[in-house]
């Protein structure tokens, strides 16, 4: 499998592949939902596109750290909270929510990611790290 320009043996069984491929599809997608939200609600304001993307790409320059340590969290299934909690988050989503309605931008991709922050609140994982989320939509629905 091509991963990002890298061949990569994942095994032998060929579902594999394509559950590293939807995994990583999902990433880029609800990412760049994520930021074509944020380029409409920038543009409300009178921010151009253009001059989002500088800081765009900071904001995304963080994530690679992010990544690592949310993996290393799950793997360990210990979400410790210190730096940012699920509260915390809460209250950013809320602002954004906000932000968005009193510039009449659409809120179903934020309020879809608020109602499962609202969950884990709900479930008492509201001092957790970010990162309870995981486990959180693994126990949302069953499969059907």
């Not at 915390?88 to 659409?106: F, G, K, L």
């Not at 994982?125 to 629905?141: K, M, N």
Request: aromatic letters at 6%; hydrophobic letters at 45%; a negative charge.
């Amino acid at each position: 499998m091509n991963l990002g320009g890298t061949l990569e043996f994942l095994g032998t069984d060929p579902g594999r592949a394509a559950a590293f491929d939807v995994a990583l599809l999902d990433i880029f997608w609800t990412s760049m939902s994520g930021y074509i939200h944020a380029l409409a609600l920038a543009g409300t304001e009178k921010i151009s596109a253009k001059n989002l993307v500088p800081f765009a790409r900071n904001i995304a320059g963080m994530l690679p750290d992010i990544m690592s340590e949310f993996a290393n969290q799950i793997d360990s299934r210990h979400y410790p909270g210190v730096e940012s909690n699920i509260h915390s988050t809460a209250a950013v989503m809320d602002n954004i929510i906000s932000t968005s309605r009193d510039s009449r931008i659409d809120v179903g991709i934020i309020s879809a990611a608020k109602a499962l922050v609202e969950k884990a609140i709900d479930l008492g994982y509201g001092a957790d790290d970010f990162s309870r989320l995981a486990e959180v939509l693994q126990q949302s629905s069953p499969r059907q």
